[in-house]
């Protein structure tokens, strides 16, 4: 058991990046768990004043900003 701890002589350089890459991944799971929270506060915020979008109107406006954009020779 103390081989695999010792990995060979590299255990001062596998343990730390293997800490570090949990480190990462816990710190990009918190934070996309809050950002998700965040949006579902606002999406009920937003959805109780009223305001509501269809996926046909949402591309409907997309669409009509790419053709403004052209027209001003601005590519989107």
Sequence with gaps: MADF????????FVWP???????IMAIMVVSTLRRLRAN????????AAGARRTRGEARSAEVAQKAGAEQRGVEA
């Design 5 to 12: 701890f010792d990995m060979g002589g590299y255990a001062a």
């Design 40 to 47: 579902q506060r606002e999406l009920a915020r937003l959805e």
């Design 17 to 23: 990046a293997f800490g570090l890459t949990f480190l």
